[in-house]
T-cell receptor
Framework: QQQVKQSPQSLIVQKGGISIINCAYE??????FPWYQQFPGKGPALLIA?????SEKKEGRFTISFNKSAKQFSLHIMDSQPGDSATYFC???????????FGKGTMLLVSP | NAGVTQTPKFQVLKTGQSMTLQCAQD?????MSWYRQDPGMGLRLIHY???????DQGEVPNGYNVSRSTTEDFPLRLLSAAPSQTSVYFC????????????FGAGTRLSVL
């Protein structure tokens, strides 16, 4: 059972454009929604995260939008740069557990 | 500032061989986890630990054993490797009320022939 569904699987965006990756979850017990960024040959690194008490969180060019009623959240990368080319994973966690449930990942390529 | 250290970085095994993937963290984190990453599958939880002496199964535990004798170390054992265990393995750790904020190692890339 896939508890966190992520789309698209891959994404090509021109430099300066907006990259948008979407995720949907099923378990209403989830209360922590991070995004991880992974470069080839490296481990995932926390990029930005949100809790359901807010609908949006922004850190620099990265924004999470959260829709609790729809059980969806998305990552927006503004002014996308070639250095943003990486695999992005959404995930979900709950207060009682240390582990995360991950989406399948999105490979982002930002063309120069 | 080592963080989460995984060894080895690469390993090739033959079917039926055993090996241990090492994971150590120097951040005094009580929570540690093992995930495997396969193309198109994301990261899937194998086993996790909430402290020394306490471990539990995740989504895909079959074929793997773990133990947690110290806070720092959380080794993952493959008793009889199978080609289906060819994957990239990541160890992660976290702490306290921020237990959901997981810090990952650089991974071990394992091929089972």
């Amino acid at each position: 059972q896939q508890q966190v569904k992520q789309s698209p699987q891959s994404l090509i965006v021109q430099k300066g454009g907006i990259s948008i990756i979407n995720c949907a979850y099923e378990n209403t017990a989830f209360d922590y929604f991070p995004w991880y960024q992974q470069f080839p040959g490296k481990g995932p690194a926390l990029l930005i995260a949100i809790r359901p008490d807010v609908s949006e969180k922004k850190e620099g060019r990265f924004t999470i939008s959260f829709n609790k009623s729809a059980k969806q959240f998305s990552l927006h990368i503004m002014d996308s740069q070639p250095g943003d080319s990486a695999t992005y994973f959404c995930a979900a966690g709950s207060a009682g557990y240390s582990t995360l449930t991950f989406g399948k990942g999105t490979m982002l390529l930002v063309s120069p | 500032n080592a963080g989460v250290t995984q060894t080895p970085k690469f390993q090739v095994l033959k079917t039926g061989q055993s090996m241990t993937l090492q994971c150590a963290q120097d951040m005094n984190h009580e929570y540690m986890s093992w995930y495997r990453q396969d193309p198109g599958m994301g990261l899937r939880l194998i086993h996790y630990s909430v402290g020394a002496g306490i471990t539990d199964q995740g989504e895909v535990p079959n074929g793997y054993n773990v133990s947690r004798s110290t806070t720092e170390d959380f080794p993952l054992r493959l008793l009889s490797a199978a080609p289906s265990q060819t994957s990239v393995y990541f160890c992660a750790s976290s702490k306290g009320v921020a237990k959901n904020i997981q810090y990952f190692g650089a991974g071990t890339r394992l091929s089972v022939l």
